[in-house]
């Protein structure tokens, strides 16, 4: 019988238990990627590729191209879709993250805000129809507001009968 060194026993020892079969492999799932290409209208001459791109990213999230929570490429994928810098493509998802129409962290991906900021500033009908109603109510008061009232309109009128009249 050959003799086993104390790397070897670990090794035979940790074969031998069932407990690593009961561990959780390391994920091998590739990271989900954006599958649609991302089409954008030309560049015009005057403005910079990052205004260009932000600008563009930011109509079609408006017109519904691309809704709440859609997932947008990689910005390596569309430096190299659309030839530029992957610096002018992260400058571009942060002037969109900054006026809140993305939200996303390194290594998790860019997606679009739930809520954007366009509907924030629109006041909903709902909203300015129950305005008039909620100014009619009468607030309640509990029973020592009542009582405090009370004594003040009972001194009231006690103030009202005892002043002489001119």
Do not use: H
Request: with cysteine; net charge positive.
């Amino acid at each position: 019988m050959e003799r086993l060194t104390g790397a070897e026993k670990a090794l035979e020892k940790r074969w031998n238990s069932a407990s690593w079969l009961l561990q959780r492999p390391r994920s091998t799932v590739p990271k989900r990627t954006s599958a649609f290409p991302l089409t954008l209208p030309p560049r015009e001459s005057g403005a910079s590729a990052a205004q260009w791109l932000s600008s563009a990213l930011r109509t079609e999230i408006l017109e519904g191209r691309l809704r709440p929570g859609a997932r947008l490429p990689a910005s390596r994928d569309l430096a190299r879709q659309y030839g530029l810098s992957r610096g002018t493509i992260v400058s571009a998802f942060d002037q969109l993250k900054a006026e809140g129409y993305v939200e996303g962290s390194v290594g998790a991906g860019t997606f679009v805000n739930q809520t954007l900021p366009d509907e924030l500033l629109q006041v909903s009908r709902k909203a300015t129809a129950t305005r008039p109603a909620q100014r009619a109510q009468r607030r309640r008061l509990s029973a020592f507001a009542r009582r405090v009232c009370s004594m003040a309109s009972a001194s009231e009128a006690v103030t009202t009968r005892s002043s002489p009249s001119p």
